[in-house]
């Protein structure tokens, strides 16, 4: 069964880029990933994701600051998000094959 882990740092400071890192175990990438968003106290927001033929599609409202990848050889795909306020704050999960990532927490702060 695919299983997938977020990883990154827990703490970026303001005008940092965030960049966040999904491995998948028991199964290779096979279909689009993604990754979610939620702020505190909001719904989920979907960030971007990229097919396995490499056609990346982002949120308008972040495509700006936004840059999806994927490493096939090494069953991990990212997410990079630039210039980050305390609004990114909030939980990040990644996404494959409607499978889910337990989320990670990241903070913007000073």
């Known amino acids: 069964q695919v299983q997938l882990q977020e990883s990154g740092p827990g703490l970026v400071k303001p005008s940092q880029t965030l960049s966040l890192t999904c491995t998948i175990s028991?199964?290779?990438?096979?279909?689009?990933c993604g990754w979610i968003r939620q702020a505190p106290g909001k719904g989920l927001e979907w960030i971007a994701a990229?097919?396995?033929?490499?056609?990346?599609y982002y949120s308008p409202s972040l495509k700006s600051r936004t840059s999806i990848s994927m490493d096939t050889s090494k069953n991990h795909f990212s997410l990079q998000l630039t210039t980050v306020t305390p609004e990114d704050t909030g939980v990040y999960y990644c996404?494959?094959?409607?499978?889910w990532g337990q989320g990670i927490q990241v903070t913007v702060s000073s």
């Open positions: 990229i097919s396995v033929t490499g056609s990346t």
């Open positions: 996404t494959t094959e409607r499978v």
């Open positions: 028991g199964g290779s990438i096979r279909a689009s």
